[in-house]
């Protein structure tokens, strides 16, 4: 338990002392913000803030864990780097395109193919590692089963294809987690703190959820041994519980800095990276269709983007709302930013509720 709230509280104080200081550095070297033409007009002023600001809270979260864990003489699991492995290689991505476009001053980052194609490397090389590893317990930290609150046996990909092939769509269907999930968040960060401010929430779920597996863990010698039937069968749970803290701790410090107005932009780099966070603590906590509800604001948002794109086109230029994503479209009806970022605030709040609601009742039910 000392570990987890040392991890929390270290990056939060390294987010919260150190954003300032890198916002300043970043505006000197002119890593400004740039916007886009298409972008509402209230967005002009934040040209010229400083962007890539996801640096900082990567750094402070991945400084948070390994400090908490050194102080706690434990030492790291495979559990726990698979997460930072996921959270700091979708973050290079997206420093990449951000380096791109404030470098050149335009909206040409990174294209979209290069984007979708350094995801799945990422996407691959965690689920061959999180397959293949094997823990002290004899289990690996994913599975080849499709998950809601935990496996579901019929959903098997090699019951269902065989060894290999099972392998090859479990490697797919991870990659697909990844990219839609990394997507999804980028697409939510459009104004300041919404997706800092929604990502807390998110990812703190995990932390509870993570804190209650280790509590029910089938191999925990702590364990109620009335309880057994409905335990955890989950590779290092306390783990995933640790560096989600530490995640959250380094956002809730970036926020003070981010929120309206924002004084740096979390860019492509933060979005990708918590975006990567959130896929590999649903994956490894065995709970991927239950990130429907755990980031339903996320949800919403892409659908917004499909929806209104799908409609434009078949209807040769007609819209649904007025511009997308969905906060963009409240913005153009006169809303004020901050309104639209706290209502968001507590629409993901309410998903996220119901989501540790439902994975809490599941185990009540058994």
Same mark, same amino acid.
């Given at each position: 338990m000392i570990v987890l709230l040392l991890a929390g509280v270290i990056s939060l104080v390294f987010s919260l002392l150190l954003t300032p200081l890198f916002a300043r550095l970043f505006r000197r070297l002119n890593l400004g913000q740039f916007i886009r033409a298409d972008t509402p007009t209230t967005h002009v002023v934040k040209r010229g803030t400083p962007s890539m600001g996801g640096i900082v809270f990567i750094l402070a979260a991945v400084?948070?864990?390994?400090?908490?864990?050194?102080?706690?003489?434990?030492?790291?699991?495979?559990?726990?780097?698979?997460?930072?492995? *996921? *959270?700091?290689?979708?973050?290079? &991505?997206?420093?990449?395109?951000?380096?791109?476009?404030?470098?050149?001053?335009?909206?040409?980052?990174?294209?979209?193919?290069?984007?979708?194609?350094?995801? @799945?490397?990422?996407?691959?090389?965690?689920?061959?590692?999180?397959?293949?590893?094997?823990?002290?317990?004899?289990?690996?930290?994913?599975?080849?089963?499709?998950?809601? =609150?935990?496996?579901?046996?019929? /959903?098997?990909?090699? =019951?269902?294809?065989?060894?290999?092939?099972? =392998?090859?769509?479990? =490697?797919?269907?991870? @990659?697909?987690?990844?990219?839609?999930?990394?997507?999804?968040?980028?697409?939510?960060?459009? /104004?300041?703190? /919404?997706?800092?401010?929604?990502?807390?929430?998110?990812?703190?779920?995990?932390?509870? *959820?993570?804190?209650?597996?280790?509590?029910?863990?089938?191999?925990?010698?702590?364990?109620?041994?009335?309880?057994?039937?409905?335990?955890?069968?989950?590779?290092?749970?306390?783990? /995933?519980?640790?560096?989600?803290?530490?995640?959250?701790?380094?956002?809730?410090?970036?926020?003070?800095?981010?929120?309206?107005?924002?004084? &740096? *932009?979390?860019?492509?780099?933060?979005?990708?990276?918590l975006g990567g966070a959130l896929a590999a603590l649903a994956i490894l906590s065995r709970t991927e269709l239950l990130l429907v509800f755990i980031g339903g604001l996320f949800v919403i948002i892409t659908m917004s983007v499909i929806l209104q794109r799908s409609y434009f086109k078949l209807t040769k230029g007609k819209r649904i709302w007025r511009a997308s994503p969905l906060h963009h479209h409240f913005e153009m009806k006169g809303w004020a930013e901050v309104t639209i970022v706290v209502r968001f605030w507590i629409i993901s709040g309410l998903f996220v509720a119901a989501g540790v609601g439902l994975f809490y009742s599941e185990w009540l039910l058994r």
């Open positions: 400084f948070g864990y390994f400090a908490a864990k050194l102080i706690g003489h434990e030492a790291p699991s495979a559990t726990g780097l698979l997460v930072i492995l *996921m *959270m700091v290689g979708l973050g290079v &991505i997206g420093f990449i395109d951000d380096y791109m476009k404030v470098h050149r001053q335009n909206s040409l980052g990174l294209s979209g193919p290069f984007k979708i194609l350094g995801t @799945v490397v990422v996407g691959i090389v965690f689920a061959i590692l999180a397959l293949n590893y094997k823990d002290e317990n004899g289990i690996s930290p994913a599975s080849t089963a499709v998950s809601f =609150v935990r496996d579901i046996p019929w /959903l098997d990909f090699v =019951v269902i294809f065989g060894p290999t092939v099972g =392998v090859v769509v479990f =490697v797919l269907w991870i @990659v697909l987690i990844t990219t839609s999930v990394s997507n999804a968040v980028n697409l939510a960060d459009g /104004l300041d703190g /919404l997706a800092a401010g929604s990502s807390i929430f998110a990812i703190g779920s995990y932390v509870i *959820m993570a804190f209650w597996q280790n509590n029910q863990w089938c191999y925990s010698l702590t364990l109620d041994p009335g309880d057994a039937y409905k335990c955890y069968d989950v590779s290092s749970p306390f783990e /995933l519980a640790v560096v989600a803290a530490a995640i959250v701790g380094a956002l809730i410090g970036f926020l003070w800095w981010n929120t309206s107005p924002a004084q &740096i *932009m979390m860019g492509d780099t933060g979005a990708f990276g």
